[in-house]
């Protein structure tokens, strides 16, 4: 953060780079839970309201280090203020080797997930999917209650390359 910028006008900054000029970063949200409708609650627009409960399978900071690592993509991995002994939950950030339109954020997303080998935590609900679909979200900053109990790794290699023919394309008229 620039040292005399105050916190949120370095966001609305970044966000209006993000729209600009498109996505520099995926960020996964490993928060290991499902949400589950409660029976019988409403909200007023007359959606079931929900809550989040663990999966069966957790995914752990450590096996996912591991996988990239082995595919050898740079990483920042680290786990979230809400993290338990319990319940592990982090953070996946991985650098773009060129900025994604936000129009195109929902394949480049899922063309990330397989070549990471991110589909079994994906179809498992370790990660959670409209987290990394919200482009506008930032919440991907590490924070923690005592922040010496945040885990912490960063992991050497290259930036993800999304190609562009895994993208749709569209005719100029």
């Known amino acids: 953060m620039h040292p005399y ?13 993000h729209t600009r000029n498109g996505c520099i970063i995926v960020a996964f949200d490993f928060d290991n839970t499902v949400e589950v409708p409660i029976t019988g609650e409403f909200h007023p627009s007359g959606r079931p309201k929900t809550h ?16 990239l690592k082995a595919k050898g993509f740079a990483a920042v ?17 991985l650098p773009l080797q060129a900025p994604i339109s936000p129009a195109y954020w929902t394949q480049a997303t899922e063309w990330a997930m397989e070549h990471l080998g991110f589909q079994d935590w994906r179809d498992s609900g370790a990660i959670d999917i409209p987290v990394l679909r919200d482009t506008a979200r930032l919440n991907f900053l590490p924070s923690a209650p005592d922040p010496k109990t945040v885990r912490f790794w ?8 999304i190609p562009e023919s895994a993208l749709p394309t569209y005719e100029v008229h």
């Open 5 to 17: 910028l105050d916190h949120d006008t370095c966001v609305r900054r970044l966000v209006e780079w």
């Open 52 to 67: 989040k409960v663990p999966i069966d399978r957790p995914a752990s900071a450590e096996d996912v280090v591991e996988q």
């Open 77 to 93: 991995v680290y786990t979230t203020w809400s993290s338990s002994a319990k319940l592990a939950k982090f953070r996946v950030v």
């Open 154 to 161: 960063q992991i050497k290699g290259r930036h993800l390359t």
